[in-house]
């Protein structure tokens, strides 16, 4: 099954994931600490601001880029394994 289909069903067609929902569902991570990674630069995933200039507004993630993280990282598991595996 696609990811983003998947994902679709999952957030009930929404575009944009808060990134609360996102940190608990696929990072297992609180807001604070998702959004000092992303940062960091160690989550690779562009937050969407609702609004300029405003650091207590609404930020989300993208379903599509949400999607693609978790097949990019699906594809780089798949990598590795197969270097494991000969």
Excluded at 10 to 30: G, H
Excluded at 32 to 59: D, N, T, W, Y
Aim: glycine share 4%.
């Amino acid at each position: 099954m696609n990811t983003a289909i998947m994902m679709m069903a999952m957030y009930n067609a929404k575009a944009i994931i808060d990134t609360e929902t996102v940190a608990r569902d696929w990072f297992k991570l609180s807001v604070g600490k998702f959004h000092e990674k992303i940062r960091a630069g160690e989550i690779l995933l562009p937050l969407v601001l609702m609004e300029e200039e405003s650091q207590k507004c609404a930020k989300g993630v993208h379903l599509m880029d949400l999607a693609d993280y978790v097949d990019e990282r699906r594809a780089a598991a798949e990598k590795e394994l197969k270097m494991h595996a000969g």
